[in-house]
C-alpha cells in the first residue's frame, strides 16, 4: 500500500580429493556487514515533509554495490565496506532517469518501489508507480551500466488503462531471461473506502528496456484482472536461470478468513510483443489466515502487519519456486514458507516459523543453489525482548528437508511503544542471494529505533561452505602453489 504521510564472479571449483561434499543440517551462519540504511528522519530531510511510514524496504545487491529504493530515499553504498556513496530522495531517482512522478503523497512523489539486479544482464532494473490519487503511472527503470552511480533510463505508462480501479498499488517486480515482470493491485481511488478488485500485469521485453534509449512499444498489458481469479498482491518470480519460456507468477487470498490454496498463472511469450497469461491454477497449501497486529513490550500499541498476502519476491532456484507470507499460529503472528516444483506445481516442502512468545513478520525469503535459505523478518513482542527488531532465520535443505538454526538478531530495536501513524510497518522486506557468492546473503530490514521513528537495517549473512568444498580449494590452493613453484625451479636450472 501507499506509505501514509504528514505535518564480482564467483567461481567453484571442485577437485575430486578426499571424501564428497558434507553439509551438516545444522546452519552455523554468521553476520558480515550490518549497518543501518535510511531513516525516517533522513527522509523527512530529503523529501522536505513531516514525515512518513511506512518505508516499502526494497533493496538489491550487485557485483559491488548495495542498493536500497525505498518510500522517499534511493541511496548506494559500497558492497566491501558498507560506506554510503550516492543519496537522493526517490522522486529525484526516477527525474533524473527521465519521469517526472510529481510530488504527490507529501511529497513523496512515488512509493511502493522494487529494485533487482540481473547478473545475466549485469544491470539493475526498478518499478515503483507515481502517487496521484487516480490515474497514477507505474514507472520502471534499468541502469546505464553494473555500476548504479552511472545513471539510468526510465519508462512510464498509465495503471490499468481501460477499466475501473484506477489507482495502481502494491508494486511487484520479476525477472527471467527473457522479460521484465510487472503487477499491481488496483483500487477504485486513493481514498478511504475505495474498493479492490483488479490486478493488472505487464509484461516487457527485457531487451527493449537495455535498448540505448528503453521502449515499452512491445508491452503486453493484462489490465482488469478480477483479484478472485488471480489472487491479490501478484508476485512475478525472479529467475535468473535459463528461460522455461514462461514467466511463473504466484499469489494467495488475503482477504479476513482462512485459505489453504495459492494461484499459480505463467506469462508465455515475454522476450516480445503479444505475451499470453494462462489460465491459473490452484496449487494445495496448508491453512494460512491474516495475523493478529503485533505486540510490542508496552502493552498498548500493536503494529499492522498488514494481511497473508505473498508481501516479498518469489525466487525461482533451478526448478524450485520459494515464497513466504504471514499467517497465524496460535493467535500470533508468524511466518508460513513454501517450497513448490515449478513445473508440475506439487509442494515440495512447507513449514511455519513462529514463536509462542513473539510475533514473527514482514518476511522475505531467497536460496541459492546447494539448499541454503534465509528469511529475513520482523520480531516483537510483549516481554524482553520485544521490541520490534530486525532479525533472519537460515535453513539448509538436504534429502528434501529443510532445517532452520535459531533465529539471528540483526538490529535490536530501541524503543517498546513504536507507534508512527497508527503502528504503520512494512509494507514488505526484501532478501537477496549476493551474485558474486552464493553462500553470501544480504537482507533489508528494519527496526523502531523512537517511537515516531523507524529506520532500515541492511546485513550480509554468512552461510558456511560444505566442507568438501573447502578441502578442494585448499587442494587446488596447494596443487597450484606447487606448480608454480616447480616452474620457478625450471626457470632457474635454465
Known sequence: MRPRAGSSLFVA????????????????????????GVTVAEGKDLNKNNGYAPPDNAGAVGPNAVVQLINGAYAVYDKATGMRTQTMAA?????????????????????????????????????AVSGQSTNNLVMVARSNTSNPIDGWQAVSFLGNDGGPGKFADYTALGIDANGVYVTTNNFNANAPGAGFFYVSAYSM?????????????????????????????????????????????????????????????????????????????????????????????????????????????????????????NTTV?????????????????????????????????????????????????????????????????????????TFADPLLLKAGLVGNYNYFNGRWGDFTTTVVDPSNPYSFWTFQQYADGTNSWATQITQILVPEPEGLILATAALAALLGMAHRRRRRAARAI
Do not use: C
Open 205 to 325: 521485453p527485457k531487451a527493449d528496456l537495455l535498448a540505448a534509449t528503453p521502449s515499452i512499444a512491445n508491452m503486453t498489458r493484462f489490465d482488469q484482472i478480477n483479484a478472485g481469479n488471480i489472487g491479490v498482491t501478484v508476485q512475478p518470480v525472479v529467475n535468473f536461470g535459463p528461460s522455461s519460456g514462461h514467466a511463473p507468477l504466484l499469489a494467495n487470498f488475503a482477504p479476513a478468513g482462512t485459505y489453504d490454496q495459492f494461484f499459480r498463472t505463467d506469462i508465455s511469450g515475454g522476450g516480445a510483443a503479444h505475451a499470453t497469461l494462462s489460465e491459473p491454477t490452484l496449487i494445495q497449501v496448508n491453512e494460512y489466515s491474516n495475523p493478529p497486529r503485533a505486540q510490542q513490550p508496552d502493552g498498548v500499541h500493536t503494529i499492522s502487519t498488514i494481511d497473508s498476502r505473498i508481501a516479498s519476491h518469489v525466487y525461482q532456484v533451478g526448478s524450485t519456486l520459494y515464497s513466504v507470507n
Open 13 to 36: 571449483l571442485l577437485v575430486a580429493v578426499g571424501p564428497a561434499l558434507v553439509v551438516s543440517p545444522a546452519v552455523a551462519a554468521t553476520i558480515g556487514l550490518n549497518y543501518t
Open 330 to 402: 496460535d493467535g500470533r503472528a508468524a511466518l508460513a514458507w513454501q517450497t513448490i516444483d515449478e513445473i508440475t506445481n506439487a509442494v515440495l516442502e512447507q513449514g511455519l516459523l513462529h514463536d509462542p512468545n513473539f510475533d514473527y513478520f514482514n518476511g522475505s525469503i531467497a536460496a541459492n543453489q546447494f539448499g541454503d535459505l534465509v528469511i529475513g523478518f520482523t520480531r516483537s513482542g510483549t516481554g524482553a525482548g520485544g521490541n520490534l527488531s530486525a532479525f533472519a532465520a537460515v535453513g539448509h535443505t538436504t534429502a528434501g528437508a529443510t
Open 91 to 127: 522522486k529525484d531517482f526516477w527525474s533524473t532517469a527521465g519521469v517526472n512522478p510529481g510530488n504527490d503523497i507529501a511529497n513523496l512523489g512515488t512509493f511502493n518501489a522494487r529494485i533487482l539486479y540481473d547478473p545475466t544482464t549485469d544491470r539493475w532494473f526498478a518499478a
